[in-house]
C-alpha cells in the first residue's frame, strides 16, 4: 500500500510548491496526463493554435482539409504571431480536443467566415448563444445542454469539428510527431519530462495502479499509443501502465468525465487517487472529486501557475527530479 505524506515537504520542500497541503493519506491509483506531464515529443500548442485560427478564418469550405490545406498548413507551424489563438492554448490545456476544435468553428461563426452554401441564418439571440458558448469554452467548460440551438447550427459543427480534429493530427505528425517520435525510439530520455521515468517505477513499485488520460484518440499501429511505447513505458494489466484512456475521433469526452467513468468502472475511491497533469481540466476534475492534484508546470509558465494556483491545486512541480517525491510517496 502506498501512502502520501507531505510532512516531509515542511523542512525541505525541494521544487515543490505547496498550494493546498493534504497531510497524509493512502493512495491506490495515480491517474497521469501526458503531453507534457511525461512526454515532450508533441509539440502540440503552435500546431492547434494554427489549427484554429485556420478554421476561424479559412471559411471552412468543403476542402478546408484537403492534403494540399494541410500540407501548406504543417509549412506554418509556428511561422507567424497568432495572439487570440495563442493564448487560447494556454487557457484551453486539457480541454478535449474536439472541444477546442468546436472554439474555433463557432468563432468562425461569429466571424461570418463561412461558405454561403451552409445557410445558417441565425437569429440575434441564436448568435448572442454561440459568442456565450465561445466564452464558456475559453473558461474551461465543455458541455452546453442548458443552451438551445437550431439544428442545422449542431449539424454544421458536429460534421466539420471530427474533420478539423483530424486535420489537426495530420498537420502535428507532420510537423513534429512523426519526426519526435522516431528519435524518441532511440533516445527516449531526451523526450521525457525529466524524472518522468524514475517517479513511474517508483509509483509501480510501491504498488500504485498508473492510467495515462489523454486527449489524443488512442490506436495501436500509432499515435499516442507508439509514443507511450517509444518513451518505454510499458501498458497493460498489472504493467507500469495500467491503461492509455483517449478520446474520440467525433465524440466529446472531457477528462472530467473520463476520469470518473474509470472511478466507476474499476470501483476506484476518488479519495485515494493522485492525479498528476499540465492542465486545468484535470486538475480541476481532481479538485472536484476530492483526489490529490499535483501540477507539473515549468517555473516559467506563470499563467498557467496562476491558472492552477486559482483552482486550489495541491501542489505544483516543475519536473519529477526533486528526491523528496520517493519519501512523499512511499510504501507504507
Not at 471530427?162 to 519526426?179: I, S
Request: net charge negative.
Amino acid at each position: 500500500m502506498a501512502i502520501f505524506d507531505d510532512s516531509c515537504l515542511k523542512h525541505r520542500p525541494g521544487n515543490i510548491e505547496i498550494i493546498n497541503p493534504v497531510g497524509r493519506r493512502r493512495i491506490t491509483h495515480v491517474v497521469h496526463d501526458v503531453d507534457a506531464t511525461h512526454s515532450v515529443i508533441r509539440d502540440w500548442p503552435p500546431v492547434m493554435s494554427l489549427l484554429i485560427h485556420w478554421a476561424m478564418t479559412c471559411g471552412l469550405e468543403d476542402d478546408f482539409d484537403s492534403p494540399e490545406k494541410a500540407a501548406a498548413l504543417v509549412e506554418r507551424v509556428g511561422k507567424e504571431p497568432l495572439p487570440e489563438t495563442d493564448e487560447f492554448c494556454i487557457e484551453s490545456a486539457g480541454l478535449s480536443a474536439i472541444t477546442q476544435m468546436e472554439y474555433g468553428i463557432r468563432r468562425a461563426i461569429e466571424l461570418g467566415n463561412l461558405p454561403a452554401r451552409a445557410d445558417l441564418r441565425l437569429t440575434e439571440q441564436q448568435r448572442r448563444n454561440n459568442s456565450d458558448i465561445i466564452r464558456r469554452i475559453w473558461n474551461g467548460e465543455e458541455r452546453f445542454g442548458d443552451i438551445e440551438e437550431p439544428p442545422q447550427l449542431q449539424e454544421f459543427i458536429n460534421e466539420r469539428t471530427p474533420r478539423l480534429f483530424k486535420l489537426y493530427e495530420t498537420v502535428l505528425n507532420g510537423a513534429c510527431r512523426d519526426r519526435n517520435t522516431a528519435a524518441a525510439k532511440e533516445d527516449p530520455e531526451k523526450w521525457r519530462v525529466p524524472g518522468s521515468m524514475e517517479l513511474m517505477k517508483h509509483l509501480h513499485a510501491v504498488g500504485c495502479i498508473n492510467y495515462f488520460v489523454t486527449g489524443a484518440v488512442i490506436y495501436e499501429d500509432g499515435g499516442m499509443y507508439e509514443e507511450v511505447l517509444a518513451l518505454g513505458y510499458e501498458i497493460g494489466p498489472g504493467k507500469m501502465v495500467e491503461s492509455l484512456e483517449g478520446s474520440s475521433w467525433d465524440r466529446k469526452l472531457p477528462k472530467d468525465e473520463v476520469m470518473r467513468e474509470l472511478c466507476r468502472r474499476e470501483g476506484i475511491a476518488p479519495k485515494h487517487v493522485l492525479i498528476l497533469g499540465d492542465g486545468r481540466t484535470e486538475i480541476k476534475a481532481g479538485v472536484d472529486m476530492g483526489c490529490v492534484t499535483m501540477s507539473c508546470l515549468p517555473v516559467g509558465a506563470a499563467r498557467q501557475r496562476e491558472l492552477h494556483r486559482g483552482l486550489r491545486t495541491n501542489y505544483i512541480l516543475p519536473d519529477f527530479t526533486s528526491p523528496v517525491l520517493k519519501e512523499l510517496i512511499r510504501q507504507e
